[in-house]
C-alpha cells in the first residue's frame, strides 16, 4: 500500500516539534533542521543547509559536535549526552539533552546522523539553585554559632542574591514558554494574603509592586486543588477574585494561573501571561508544573532558611533540623518525579520502533529487524527497571511525609489475590510453578486496590527471584484465628532467610547478599513499601521466622464485616500486564 504523506507533510510536522531535529551527512554537512533548530539564533532554516558546524566560527562547539557524532559513528550505538554550549551571537550559555543515533537511507548507513535534542536550561538552573539553597540551609545549621555575626552582616546582599536567583528562573521559564511575562505572588498564611513578590515585564502602572490579594479558608483550599488554573482573558473576573495578579483592567490577551505548593501547604501563585497575538500553540502543563514545583520547593526553602535564621539568635533550637529532614525527603521526591518524564519518552519511542517494524515487515530485512527488536528490547526492559525504582522512591517519600492517598472501597480481597496471583502465572508464561489456594470465596475489607497489588507483585517478584523452574510458589488466602483479619500467604520453597537477617528487610535499601540471586537487582526499597502500604490500611507485613523450610511472607488487612452488599465494587479488576514487566524487570533469570 502507498504511503498516504510526502517528504513535506514529514517536514511540516517535525517542525510542530519544540525540539530541536537535525540531520547531518557522513562530512558533517547539515542536510536538514526542523524550525524549532533555527529559532534558537533566529535564522531561517536555510541558513544551515550545506554548512558544518566548523562554518559558524566556534571551533571549540564544532569540535565538541563533531566527537560525539563520530562516537556514534564509530560504536555504531546512539548516545544520549547532557551538552554545554556558549552561543556568542545571542550572548547565553545553554544545556541540552541530545540524543544520536545513525541515519538510514534506502535501509544503508552512509555514515549520516540524526539527533534530537531539548532545552535543558531551565532544569539546570533550577537544580543548580536547589543545591545552593540546600547548601546554604546544611551551613546555617552546622556552622550557625561560628557564622552568626557573618550572617547578620549578609544578611541584606544574600536576600538579593536569592530574588535575583529566582527572578533569573523565571525569565527562563517566560523564554521557554514564550510568554508575555510572569509573576509570582506568596501567600502570607497568617494575614490570609497573596502578596506580590516577583515580576518580569511590567511596570508599576500595570502591575503595582504592593499589589495584595485578600483570600480566605475557602480560596486557599480551592488553589491548593487547582480550582483557578486555567487560561483566562485578562479583563475576566474569577469568581469572587477581581484583577488578581491582573494587567490593567482594558488590557488584552491571556492569563495561566499555577498554584505553587509544597506538599498540601499553600506557597503562593504563579501566573503567566500571554499578550494575544502570543496565545500558546503547544500546551506545556507537564513542563509548567515541573518548574512550578522546583519554584515552590525553594521558596519554602528560603522560608525554612529565614525561620532558622530566627532560631540562631535562641540558640538554634535542635529541634528544628526536621526542617531540614524533611527538604532531603522532598528532594528526593522531586527527583523521582523527574526522572519520569525522560524513561516515558524513552519506552514510548522504544513502542513506536515495534509498531514501525510490524507495520513495515516487508520493508526490513530479517537481520537487520532482529537487531533492531534486541537493542529495543534492551531498551524497554532497563527503562521498566528504572521506572520500578522511581515509582517505590516516589511512593516512599510520599508516605514518610504522610501525603500518600489510599482509595478506599469495598472489595472482595479473596477475587483481589486471585486476579494478581493468574496475571502473574499469565506473564511468567510458565516459566516458574505459581499455585493459588484458599477455602474462601468471599472475604470483604474496606481497602486500597493498587497498594494491594503493588504489595502483592513485590511479594510475587520476591519468591520468583529467589526460586528456579523447578521449585513451587504457592499463595493463599484465609481468615485469621479470631476472624478479624484477612491472612494472605506467599511462600516458596526455593532460598530462605535467616532469622538474623529478617530483622533488617523491612528497612529501606535493605540488600542480602546471601538471600538475593546473582540474576536479580533491587534498590532495596521494595519490601520497606511493602510494609508501609499494609499498614496504612490497618493491617500488617512479617517474614515468618517459625517456617524454617521455605521462605513465607504474610500480610493482613482487616475484615470489613457490617457493609451493603450493593457498595462492593464488583467491577473488572484492571490487573495489568505491564505492571508485571515493571515489578519483574530486575530479575534477569526470567
Partial sequence: MDNQYNLKDIEKALDLIPYYIWIKDGNGVYRYVNKAFADVLNVKKEFF??????????EKIANQFETSDNRVRESGLPILSEDKVEIKSINKCLYFETFKQKFYINGEYTGW?????????????????????????????FNAADNLEQNRKNKVGAIDDYNDRILMIIKELQNNLKATGISIFIYEKQEKKLKLFLKTCFDEEQLPSHLQ????????????????REFLRINDVRNNIENIARVKADASGYINSISIKYGNELIGLLNVYYAEEKYPTVLQNDFIESATYKIG????NRMLTNQLKSEIDKKLELEKIIAFENLKTDFLANLSHEFKTPINILLAASKMINTTLADNKD???????DSINKYNNYIISN????????????????????YYELNL????????IENITMTVVKYLGGRRKIVFDTKEEEIISMCDYDSIEKVMLNLLSNAVKNTDSNNLISVTVKRSNDNKNIVVSVKNDGKTIDEKDAEFIFEKFTRLGSVLSRDAEGSGLGLCLARSLAQLQDGDLWFNTNEKKNCEFIFTIPIYKNYDKDMVNTGILNNSVEKCAIEFSD???I
Fill in 363 to 369: 520493508t526490513y530485512k530479517d537481520t537487520y529487524k
Fill in 113 to 141: 546522523i540524526m539527533a534530537i535534542a531539548r532545552n535543558t536550561t531551565l532544569y539546570k538552573r533550577l537544580d543548580d539553585s536547589i543545591e545552593y539553597e540546600f547548601n546554604n540551609i546544611s551551613n546555617k545549621i
Fill in 383 to 402: 527503562s521498566y527497571r528504572l521506572l520500578k525504582m522511581v515509582n517505590n522512591l516516589f511512593d516512599i517519600t510520599n508516605i514518610d511525609k504522610g
Fill in 213 to 228: 490579594i485578600k483570600i480566605d479558608d475557602k480560596m486557599e483550599y480551592d488553589f491548593l486543588n487547582d480550582k483557578y
Fill in 49 to 58: 543547509i550545506g554548512k558544518t558546524d566548523f562554518d559558524f566560527g566556534n
Fill in 297 to 300: 520547593l525553594l521558596i519554602k
Fill in 409 to 416: 472501597q469495598l472489595y472482595n480481597v479473596v477475587s483481589i
Fill in 587 to 589: 530479575i534477569y533469570s
